[in-house]
């Protein structure tokens, strides 16, 4: 039998909860025959209405000197307490699952090293994608290929905001209340609308491909709250939409990363991810295009993925699996200066669209004009446009 620990009881560890009772003898037929059981739940809240009341404690050390408990499921959140708890429960022997990409993004590099020196291991498929596996996928199923690009819409929120701007006319304000209101976004909203939630699992999938640590704070991170209802009628014009995406692209050991609105041409694999739903598409040099799609958070999508991992921690129980990147001794991410695209271009003067030869003209309306420029580097776009307006980069069909 194989003991578990859950640190946080909001809606990914009810989840968790829920799944590892509600399955148990699948659960069970998967490890090989180990039923895996909750020991402990760690939450600073009171449930005296719980089935199970006896399993809930306020005192890490409880789970930490619990020689029972081999696995630590970590779902609070944050960087605190939950590094500290994970690296204690690491140095103890303990297996530690997380769907926490904040802390994967920061201290990943440290946690899986010290995961491999105590043979245990430190497994994060839900950190990015919710439910979509994808940190499997790139250790494991593509393995055999060298990662070229991974392009992602990677939240949520914003996508729910966006086709609400596209399929109904809203503007920006009013669809981010109404994400609100169902639940989908938080009341301060900004890690999801300024596009750092993106920003953290991008990194977390790049530092994965490309094996070196991509620290997220130096990718260039830019979010939807600038993005207006005539962005979104004109990219329409254009035959596209208006999606967040966080882009990888990896050559010769080199890496470009960067989270932004983009202009996504109609028939494009990403063009009809709506709703809450996310997609991956990652391509390899052997493979090609590879697509996972599916919903990227939530109670029962999210901890389905953190009970995989679960059941793969008991299956490898003293067996270090090896998910793991390096920490990069030379500065290796491209700058986004010299990277090339083509830009669609919301201009406060009719005459902009002359500073940039061979640009398609889309019209304008209200004092605004739009185009699209050809394809040229960002420094090169930057000293033409001068600021005279906004601006959304176009992912290549």
């Not at 067996?319 to 990147?325: E, R």
């Amino acid at each position: 039998m194989i003991k578990a620990a859950i640190l946080g009881y909001g809606v990914v560890g009810y989840g968790v909860y829920e799944i590892i009772r509600k399955n148990e003898q699948s659960i069970t037929r998967k490890t090989g025959g180990n039923t895996i059981t909750v020991k402990h739940i760690l939450d600073l809240r009171d449930f005296p209405d719980h089935e199970q009341p006896e399993l809930f404690t306020k005192n890490y050390d409880d789970i930490l000197n619990d020689p029972e408990v081999s696995i630590v499921v970590e779902v609070m959140g944050g960087l605190k307490p939950a590094y500290e708890y994970s690296k204690a429960a690491l140095l103890a022997g303990k297996n530690v699952i997380t769907s926490n990409k904040e802390l994967v993004a920061e201290y990943g590099t440290e946690l899986m090293a010290l995961a491999k020196e105590n043979n245990v291991n430190y497994l994060f498929e839900a950190s990015v994608g919710g439910g979509i596996p994808i940190i499997r996928p790139l250790n494991q199923c593509l393995a055999a290929n060298e990662i070229e690009e991974i392009y992602g819409i990677l939240n949520g929120t914003t996508n729910y905001i966006l086709t609400k701007m596209v399929a109904e006319g809203a503007d920006f304000a009013s669809a981010l209340s109404e994400a609100q209101r169902l639940g989908y976004a938080e009341r301060n909203p900004e890690a999801d609308v300024e596009g750092y939630d993106a920003c953290r699992k991008i990194a977390i999938l790049a530092s994965l491909a490309s094996g070196k640590y991509v620290n997220w704070r130096n990718v260039p991170t830019e979010g939807i709250t600038k993005i207006t209802k005539s962005d979104v009628k004109f990219a329409e014009k254009y035959h596209a939409v208006i999606k967040l995406v966080g882009m990888a692209k990896i050559n010769d050991g080199k890496v470009y990363s960067r989270v932004c609105p983009m202009v996504i041409p109609s028939g494009h694999q990403l063009s009809e991810v709506n709703d809450v739903f996310n997609a991956i598409l990652v391509k390899g040099d052997s493979i090609g295009d590879v697509m996972f799609y599916g919903r990227g958070a939530g109670k029962l999508p999210t901890a389905s993925a953190v009970v995989a991992d679960v059941i793969d921690a008991a299956k490898h129980i003293h067996i270090n699996k090896l998910i793991t990147w390096k920490a990069a001794k030379e500065d290796f991410m491209i700058d986004p200066e010299t990277a090339s695209c083509q830009y669609f271009v919301r201009a406060n003067a009719e005459n902009v669209i002359d500073s940039f030869p061979g640009a398609e003209n889309l019209g304008g309306e209200n004092g605004e004009w739009f185009f699209v420029t050809q394809d040229m580097t960002e420094a090169d776009f930057k000293a033409a446009f001068a600021g005279r307006g906004a601006y959304i980069r176009v992912l290549e069909a």
